[in-house]
């Protein structure tokens, strides 16, 4: 034991010798008690380090969003910032609670053949090859009123970029193999979501389905299985041609200068022909978000659900919600704030104030209550209305006591607001 200490104190001399090649003249004031090594606190500047320069704008660019609108209705949002990469997008006002006169599922199916081969490109290793020649990437995600796609790539590639955005949300070809390929991993997600141990996107999805029952934002977020074998091609360009139109759409973009992408978007957007043609759109739902409120139960068996030897424990996942209001309103902020406030999370969750410790969800609920294994607080807002939830996840035998536990929360009586927070 004696020599293992002694070759340790060697090595960490010879360590201390390595970083520090120079003494360093040590003030009495910062060292620690019973260590040669100095304790300077981290609003210091460290002894013997040049100062930094770092870089400073001249005042005159504030990143401020400028807003275009082309002749065909599209709207143009741009926000430059600094760097040598540019991320953007073609945000469309379309997702599934838009599909009240079509069968449920569309948008789920469009997410999934995003980016395929179009009128200018074979495949989508073709898109992929264009925009690895500019250091891109391209996503497309689908939510119950939006549709996104979107390419990060460098600030030169621009043109680039917005010609593929534009070949790929207005001339998709969608072979008949694309969409037996998206009816494949649409059934197989729909599995995947009955089978995963994370219950939250089902309870979404039930929460929804419960506050707005059949209209709206209460439609489907995913595809229902007996609808998959429904979706074909004439179905998806019946509701492209009404919904994928040039007034609903928004081209926003950051990073990049305001009238290149103006320049960009009327070269490849402004006078674009769709692959569905150009006749006037039919059938577009405009229904407002009608709140009703309820209850959706269901039964699952999770005992052969495990990603181990040890079983996953058997809980009952509840979510509470009441209305609360649209991002267009006053009251958005605040709400965003309460959702903040009540945080919460899992049992195991790991972390400091950072990580939602000191929410109220934590405090009054996780922290008092050993068998409540999750309470986590989630807000939704869309234009016309939304939903203040809270996910709470206990044994079977204490659900009763779990939903009481968290009405209040929600209820917001637990809250003790001052100015200082």
């Not at 969608?174 to 089978?195: G, P, S």
């Not at 424990?313 to 958005?332: N, V, Y």
């Not at 922290?367 to 079977?396: F, K, Q």
């Given at each position: 034991?004696?020599?293992?200490?002694?070759?340790?104190?060697?090595?960490?001399?010879?360590?201390?010798?390595?970083?520090?090649?120079?003494?360093?003249?040590?003030?009495?004031?910062?060292?620690?008690?019973?260590?040669?090594?100095?304790?300077?606190?981290?609003?210091?500047?460290?002894?013997?380090?040049?100062?930094?320069?770092?870089?400073?704008?001249?005042?005159?660019?504030?990143y401020?969003?400028?807003?275009?609108?082309?002749?065909?209705?599209?709207?143009?949002?741009?926000?430059?910032?600094?760097?040598?990469?540019?991320?953007?997008?073609?945000?469309?006002?379309?997702?599934?609670?838009?599909?009240?006169?079509?069968?449920?599922?569309?948008?789920?199916?469009?997410?999934?053949?995003?980016?395929?081969?179009?009128?200018?490109?074979?495949?989508?290793?073709?898109?992929?090859?264009?925009?690895?020649?500019?250091?891109?990437?391209?996503?497309?995600?689908?939510?119950?009123?939006?549709?996104?796609?979107?390419?990060?790539?460098?600030?030169?590639?621009?043109?680039?970029?917005?010609?593929?955005?534009?070949?790929?949300?207005?001339?998709?070809?969608?072979?008949?193999?694309?969409?037996?390929?998206?009816?494949?991993?649409?059934?197989?997600?729909?599995?995947?979501?009955?089978?995963?141990?994370?219950?939250?996107?089902?309870?979404?999805?039930?929460i929804?389905?419960?506050?707005?029952?059949g209209?709206?934002?209460?439609?489907?977020?995913?595809?229902?299985?007996?609808?998959?074998?429904?979706?074909?091609?004439?179905?998806?360009?019946?509701?492209?041609?009404?919904?994928?139109?040039?007034?609903?759409?928004?081209?926003?973009?950051?990073?990049?200068?305001?009238?290149?992408?103006?320049?960009?978007?009327?070269?490849?957007?402004?006078?674009?022909?769709?692959?569905?043609?150009?006749?006037?759109?039919?059938?577009?739902?405009?229904?407002?978000?009608?709140?009703?409120?309820?209850?959706?139960?269901?039964?699952k068996?999770?005992?052969?659900?495990?990603?181990g030897?040890?079983?996953?424990?058997?809980?009952?996942?509840?979510m509470?919600?009441?209305?609360?209001?649209?991002?267009l309103?006053?009251?958005?902020?605040?709400?965003?704030?309460?959702?903040?406030?009540?945080?919460?999370?899992?049992?195991?969750?790991?972390?400091?104030p950072?990580?939602?410790?000191?929410?109220?969800?934590?405090?009054?609920?996780?922290?008092?209550?050993?068998?409540?294994?999750?309470?986590?607080?989630?807000?939704?807002?869309?234009?016309?209305?939304?939903?203040?939830?809270?996910?709470?996840?206990?044994?079977?035998?204490?659900?009763?006591?779990?939903?009481?536990?968290c009405?209040?929360?929600?209820?917001?009586?637990?809250?003790?607001?001052?100015?200082?927070?």
């Amino acid at each position: 034991v004696d020599k293992f200490l002694e070759s340790s104190r060697r090595l960490r001399r010879g360590f201390a010798t390595a970083l520090l090649p120079t003494p360093i003249r040590r003030n009495p004031a910062i060292i620690s008690s019973g260590s040669g090594y100095p304790n300077i606190s981290l609003s210091t500047p460290l002894p013997g380090i040049p100062k930094p320069v770092f870089a400073s704008v001249d005042g005159q660019e504030k990143y401020e969003t400028k807003i275009t609108t082309l002749e065909n209705g599209l709207k143009i949002a741009s926000q430059n910032k600094f760097g040598q990469f540019c991320t953007v997008g073609i945000l469309i006002n379309s997702g599934s609670r838009h599909e009240a006169k079509y069968p449920s599922g569309i948008a789920q199916f469009l997410e999934k053949l995003a980016f395929s081969s179009t009128a200018q490109y074979g495949s989508k290793d073709e898109i992929l090859l264009t925009l690895e020649k500019h250091g891109g990437i391209c996503d497309c995600q689908t939510s119950r009123d939006t549709t996104m796609y979107a390419v990060s790539a460098e600030v030169k590639g621009l043109d680039t970029v917005v010609s593929l955005l534009s070949d790929a949300v207005l001339q998709p070809r969608l072979l008949d193999e694309e969409i037996e390929m998206t009816k494949m991993a649409v059934r197989f997600e729909l599995e995947d979501l009955n089978m995963r141990p994370d219950p939250e996107p089902l309870l979404t999805e039930m929460i929804h389905a419960a506050a707005y029952r059949g209209n709206t934002v209460g439609l489907p977020r995913f595809c229902p299985a007996d609808n998959v074998d429904k979706l074909d091609k004439t179905v998806l360009h019946s509701y492209l041609r009404n919904y994928y139109r040039p007034e609903r759409m928004v081209l926003a973009g950051v990073g990049i200068e305001h009238e290149q992408l103006v320049d960009s978007a009327r070269k490849y957007l402004l006078d674009a022909k769709p692959v569905w043609g150009t006749s006037p759109a039919a059938n577009v739902d405009l229904s407002v978000a009608q709140y009703t409120g309820g209850i959706v139960k269901m039964e699952k068996d999770m005992s052969d659900v495990s990603l181990g030897p040890t079983p996953i424990p058997e809980l009952t996942h509840i979510m509470i919600g009441l209305e609360s209001c649209s991002f267009l309103e006053d009251d958005f902020i605040p709400f965003a704030v309460l959702n903040m406030m009540m945080g919460g999370g899992g049992s195991f969750s790991a972390g400091g104030p950072g990580k939602g410790m000191f929410t109220r969800l934590y405090l009054n609920v996780l922290n008092r209550h050993h068998w409540m294994y999750n309470a986590t607080s989630y807000h939704h807002s869309y234009e016309d209305s939304g939903l203040l939830c809270i996910h709470a996840s206990a044994d079977p035998r204490q659900v009763g006591t779990a939903a009481s536990v968290c009405l209040p929360g929600v209820g917001c009586s637990t809250l003790v607001l001052t100015n200082s927070k």
